[in-house]
């Protein structure tokens, strides 16, 4: 089960809108007309608002019936490590306004300072 970030329904949409790749992985954008699901960097055209719905874990996404995007290939990590980076930038995310020390996040992810 992925790490789920505390962001609204408007700021996940923001996200989308701005293509913005730092969200990538930590949460997925379902369209219930199409019944496809993109990561929030997706360079395809926007859904309407109205039919749209966020998940935070890709296994909750294909349970409830959507399927990848073909030109942003959700479900293909770039990396072995990916689960710990979205562990990371969850964390992260959700303790912004925050002092957050490195000790800190390793603790929260279950590694050392030094690995990390």
């Not at 199409?34 to 966020?54: D, L």
């Not at 909750?60 to 293909?76: D, N, S, Y």
Request: a positive charge; one cysteine or more; hydrophobic letters at 35%.
């Amino acid at each position: 089960m992925a790490v789920a970030i505390n962001l609204s329904f408007e700021e996940m949409w923001e996200k989308i809108i701005a293509c913005d790749p730092k969200y990538d992985g930590l949460f997925f954008t379902a369209v219930k007309t199409t019944k496809i699901y993109c990561r929030p960097s997706c360079r395809s055209r926007k859904p309407k608002k109205i039919n749209v719905k966020f998940y935070h874990d890709i296994d909750e996404v294909e349970k409830a019936g959507f399927r990848a995007c073909k030109r942003c290939q959700p479900e293909v990590d770039d990396c072995p490590k990916m689960g710990l980076v979205r562990d990371i930038i969850a964390f992260l995310v959700n303790q912004y306004n925050q002092r957050v020390e490195l000790k800190d996040i390793a603790n929260h992810v279950g590694v050392s300072s030094y690995y990390l």
